[in-house]
Nanobody, 122 residues
Protein backbone atom coordinates (compact mmCIF):
# COMPACT_ATOMS: atom_id res chain seq x y z
CA UNK A 1 0.00 0.00 0.00
CA UNK A 2 1.43 3.34 -1.06
CA UNK A 3 1.42 6.10 1.53
CA UNK A 4 2.73 9.65 1.63
CA UNK A 5 2.99 11.01 5.17
CA UNK A 6 3.62 14.70 5.70
CA UNK A 7 4.96 16.40 8.79
CA UNK A 8 6.31 19.75 9.89
CA UNK A 9 3.36 22.08 9.51
CA UNK A 10 2.34 24.55 12.18
CA UNK A 11 1.83 28.16 13.19
CA UNK A 12 4.59 30.70 12.58
CA UNK A 13 4.88 34.47 12.56
CA UNK A 14 5.49 36.35 9.34
CA UNK A 15 9.15 36.23 8.44
CA UNK A 16 9.63 32.88 10.11
CA UNK A 17 10.52 29.47 8.70
CA UNK A 18 9.10 25.97 8.57
CA UNK A 19 10.29 22.73 7.01
CA UNK A 20 7.83 20.21 5.64
CA UNK A 21 8.72 16.56 5.11
CA UNK A 22 6.93 13.95 3.03
CA UNK A 23 7.94 10.34 3.56
CA UNK A 24 6.80 7.77 1.03
CA UNK A 25 6.29 4.08 1.68
CA UNK A 26 5.08 1.16 -0.38
CA UNK A 27 7.09 1.97 -3.50
CA UNK A 28 9.99 4.05 -4.76
CA UNK A 29 9.11 7.12 -6.80
CA UNK A 30 11.87 7.48 -9.38
CA UNK A 31 10.50 10.59 -11.03
CA UNK A 32 9.36 14.08 -10.14
CA UNK A 33 8.03 14.77 -6.66
CA UNK A 34 5.94 17.85 -6.03
CA UNK A 35 4.40 20.15 -3.45
CA UNK A 36 1.06 21.90 -3.85
CA UNK A 37 -1.03 24.04 -1.54
CA UNK A 38 -4.67 25.00 -1.11
CA UNK A 39 -5.83 28.08 0.74
CA UNK A 40 -9.42 28.42 2.01
CA UNK A 41 -11.78 29.19 -0.85
CA UNK A 42 -9.09 28.74 -3.47
CA UNK A 43 -8.08 25.99 -5.85
CA UNK A 44 -5.06 23.79 -5.23
CA UNK A 45 -1.96 25.38 -6.73
CA UNK A 46 1.52 24.28 -7.67
CA UNK A 47 4.33 25.25 -5.28
CA UNK A 48 7.46 23.31 -6.25
CA UNK A 49 8.74 20.20 -8.01
CA UNK A 50 12.02 18.32 -8.16
CA UNK A 51 13.44 15.71 -10.50
CA UNK A 52 14.67 12.29 -9.39
CA UNK A 53 18.32 13.38 -9.40
CA UNK A 54 17.54 16.63 -7.64
CA UNK A 55 19.49 18.50 -10.30
CA UNK A 56 16.44 20.41 -11.48
CA UNK A 57 13.92 22.21 -9.33
CA UNK A 58 10.91 24.32 -10.28
CA UNK A 59 8.96 26.88 -8.28
CA UNK A 60 5.85 28.97 -8.48
CA UNK A 61 6.69 32.62 -8.89
CA UNK A 62 5.10 33.47 -5.56
CA UNK A 63 7.57 31.30 -3.60
CA UNK A 64 10.71 31.46 -5.72
CA UNK A 65 13.66 32.66 -3.69
CA UNK A 66 11.95 31.84 -0.39
CA UNK A 67 11.15 28.12 -0.64
CA UNK A 68 13.54 25.26 -1.40
CA UNK A 69 12.53 21.76 -2.42
CA UNK A 70 14.93 18.86 -1.89
CA UNK A 71 14.82 15.08 -1.68
CA UNK A 72 16.61 12.16 -0.07
CA UNK A 73 16.08 9.17 -2.34
CA UNK A 74 17.63 6.76 0.14
CA UNK A 75 14.88 7.77 2.58
CA UNK A 76 12.21 8.12 -0.13
CA UNK A 77 11.50 11.54 1.35
CA UNK A 78 11.02 15.01 -0.11
CA UNK A 79 11.32 18.27 1.82
CA UNK A 80 10.08 21.83 1.48
CA UNK A 81 12.09 24.45 3.35
CA UNK A 82 9.99 27.60 3.66
CA UNK A 83 11.70 30.84 4.67
CA UNK A 84 10.50 34.44 4.93
CA UNK A 85 6.96 33.19 5.28
CA UNK A 86 4.09 35.57 4.57
CA UNK A 87 0.45 35.48 5.70
CA UNK A 88 -0.53 34.70 2.10
CA UNK A 89 1.44 31.43 2.38
CA UNK A 90 -1.22 30.18 4.80
CA UNK A 91 -2.69 27.00 3.31
CA UNK A 92 -2.82 23.23 3.54
CA UNK A 93 0.30 21.89 1.86
CA UNK A 94 0.19 18.59 -0.01
CA UNK A 95 3.03 16.47 -1.31
CA UNK A 96 2.54 14.53 -4.52
CA UNK A 97 4.23 11.55 -6.20
CA UNK A 98 3.68 9.09 -9.01
CA UNK A 99 4.01 11.39 -12.01
CA UNK A 100 1.67 10.63 -14.91
CA UNK A 101 1.38 14.06 -16.53
CA UNK A 102 2.65 17.58 -16.05
CA UNK A 103 4.72 17.98 -12.85
CA UNK A 104 3.17 21.43 -12.42
CA UNK A 105 -0.44 20.27 -12.45
CA UNK A 106 -2.47 18.68 -9.68
CA UNK A 107 -3.74 16.23 -12.28
CA UNK A 108 -0.22 15.08 -13.00
CA UNK A 109 0.25 12.86 -9.94
CA UNK A 110 -1.31 9.63 -8.75
CA UNK A 111 -0.52 9.81 -5.04
CA UNK A 112 -1.08 12.53 -2.44
CA UNK A 113 -0.28 13.11 1.19
CA UNK A 114 -2.95 13.91 3.75
CA UNK A 115 -1.99 17.57 3.90
CA UNK A 116 -0.12 19.70 6.44
CA UNK A 117 -1.59 22.95 7.74
CA UNK A 118 0.71 25.95 7.58
CA UNK A 119 -0.56 29.13 9.21
CA UNK A 120 1.41 32.37 9.04
CA UNK A 121 0.31 35.15 11.37
CA UNK A 122 0.93 38.81 10.64
Amino acid sequence: QVQLVESGGGLVQAGGSLRLSCAASGRTFSNYRGWFRQAPGKEREFVAAITWSGDSTYYAGSVKGRFTISRDNAENTVYLQMNSLKPEDTAVYYCAAGLRGSPYSGKGYDYWGQGAQVTVSS
